[in-house]
C-alpha cells in the first residue's frame, strides 16, 4: 500500500481521498505512521484537497509545541508506533523513496507506481491513471458532505491570579464561519494554577489549530499558552 509521490497532484489526491473518514494515518492518537507520511509532504495541500490539508496542519501544530516549549512533540520517542517504509502507509503497496519495493502477495502482480521494467511501466502509468479516474467518478457522484471535527483546548493563564472568568470570555469572543464553541470547565494544574478546558466544534475546511491558536493567544494578559488535548472527526 502507498500513496506514491507525495510530492505530486495525483499523490496527494490519492492522500486526501484516504484521509475523507480517518484522522490519522493509522489508528485514531498521532503515531509514527502519521510522522513518515507528514515528512514526504513538501508543503501544505492546496484547499481544495481539504481532508489532507485539515490533517497536515494538525501534525504541523506539534512542530509549533516543539519550537514554543522546546520540547520533541514529533519524534520517534514521544509518538507510538515504529516508522515505517513510507510505501507501507495508505490504500496502494508502492515503491518507498529508498527503492525498496514492498513484499508482494504474488510476484506477478503489477506495480501500480513504476517499474524498471519499460514495458510495466507503461502499463502501470495506465493503470494508475484508470485508478484515479475511478477515484474521481466515486468522489463526483458522493453527496457533498462537510467534514467537521471536535477539538478540546487547553487554555493557561500566567498564574494563580489571572482573571479565568475574563480570560474564557475572551477565548469565547472568537468568531468565525464553521466555529461553535461548546461546554468548557476550569481545571487544576498546581500551585492554585487552573486551566481552561474548553470544548469546540470547527469545519475543517475553514477553521484549523493554528487559526485557533493563533487568536487565543493573541490575548496575552491573560493567555500563557494554548494545547490541543484531543481531536477527534465528527
Not at 504474488?106 to 484515479?132: N, P, Q, T, W
Amino acid at each position: 500500500m502507498g500513496f506514491g509521490d507525495l510530492r505530486s497532484a495525483a499523490g496527494l489526491r490519492l492522500l486526501n481521498e484516504f484521509l475523507a473518514d480517518k484522522s490519522y494515518i493509522e489508528g485514531y492518537v498521532p503515531s509514527q505512521a502519521d510522522v513518515a507520511v507528514f515528512e514526504a509532504v513538501s508543503a501544505p495541500p492546496p484547499a481544495e484537497l481539504f481532508h489532507a490539508l485539515r490533517w497536515y496542519n494538525h501534525i504541523k501544530s506539534y512542530e509549533k509545541q516543539k519550537a514554543r516549549y522546546g520540547e520533541i512533540k514529533v519524534s520517534e520517542e514521544n509518538l507510538p508506533g515504529v516508522k515505517k517504509a513510507l510505501g507501507k502507509y495508505g490504500p496502494v503497496e508502492v515503491e518507498d523513496a529508498t527503492g525498496a519495493t514492498t513484499d508482494s502477495k504474488d510476484d506477478d502482480d503489477i506495480d501500480l507506481f513504476g517499474s524498471d521494467d519499460e514495458e510495466e511501466s507503461e502499463e502501470s502509468k495506465r493503470l494508475r491513471e484508470e485508478r484515479l479516474a475511478q477515484y474521481e467518478s466515486k468522489k463526483s457522484k458522493k453527496p457533498a458532505l462537510i467534514a467537521k471535527s471536535s477539538i478540546l483546548l487547553d487554555v493557561k493563564p500566567w498564574d494563580d491570579e489571572t482573571d479565568m472568568v475574563k480570560l474564557e470570555e475572551c477565548v469565547r469572543s472568537i468568531q468565525a464561519d464553521g466555529l461553535v464553541w461548546g461546554s468548557s470547565k476550569l481545571v487544576p494544574v498546581g500551585y492554585g494554577i487552573k486551566k481552561l478546558q474548553i470544548q469546540c466544534v470547527v469545519e475543517d475546511d475553514k477553521v484549523g489549530t493554528d487559526m485557533l491558536e493563533e487568536r487565543i493567544t493573541a490575548f496575552e494578559d491573560y493567555v500563557q499558552s494554548m494545547d490541543v488535548a484531543a481531536f477527534n472527526k465528527i
